[in-house]
Structure formats: C-alpha cells, structure tokens
C-alpha cells in the first residue's frame, strides 16, 4: 500500500488542522493505521492508532482529548483532527499501516510509511 498525508501547514497556538491520509489499494479496511511525529533532533513518537479489526484507538497521553484518529474506508483515507494546538506539537506528521495490524503505538509495528505534512504552531 502507498500512503499520502497531506494537510499541514502553519496555524496559531489555540487553532486546528485535520490531516488526511490516502491510501492505494482495495483492501484499505484490513490495514491498522497510525500516526507518529518528528520534531527537529527528536525521535518519531506515536500520536494515536486504530486497529483495523474492530476500530479500538490509542492515543498518546500529551494528545488526549485533543486530536481525534478516524478512518473512512470507502475513501480510503484515515484522518487526524488536531484541535487546540500548541507550539509543542510542531513536527513532521506520518502515517503509518500494517495489513491486519493491531493499531501498535510503536515504529516497527508498521510496514508502510507516507512522506510526512509538516505542522508549524506559531505561539
């Protein structure tokens, strides 16, 4: 599968950005999604995930009640709503896949990467 994530830009601490992610292929729905981050000279960090079985999400703590992880299977495309934004979530935004993947919080749990949409915060 061959994902793209779009939807970045530079938004004001306070302000929201939802981040699409389209995906190739038939078989979209068998696929456990996620979402990681890159600051400059930091490690990619998981933001949230869903598995593909049954939908069950996981978020990071700094990101609860904040960004929501969703998915539209006939539109191929997994979503990242980011609400009331902080300086601090300024990065470089992926999505990730594995077929029938559990929605891992962790790299390796992920076969597929897309090219990354950076997010700029400006306080």
Known sequence: VQLQASGGGLVQAGGSLRLPCAASGRTFSRYGM???RQA????????????????????????????????DNAKNTVYLQMNSLKPEDTAVYYCAARQYG???????????WGQGTLVTVSS
């Open 34 to 36: 996620g979402w990681f």
């Open 40 to 71: 400059p000279g930091k490690e990619r960090e998981f933001v949230a995930a869903m598995r593909w079985s049954d939908g069950s999400i996981g978020y990071a703590d700094f990101v609860k009640g904040r960004f929501t992880i969703s998915r």
């Open 102 to 112: 559990s929605g891992s919080s962790v790299v390796s749990g992920y076969d597929y």
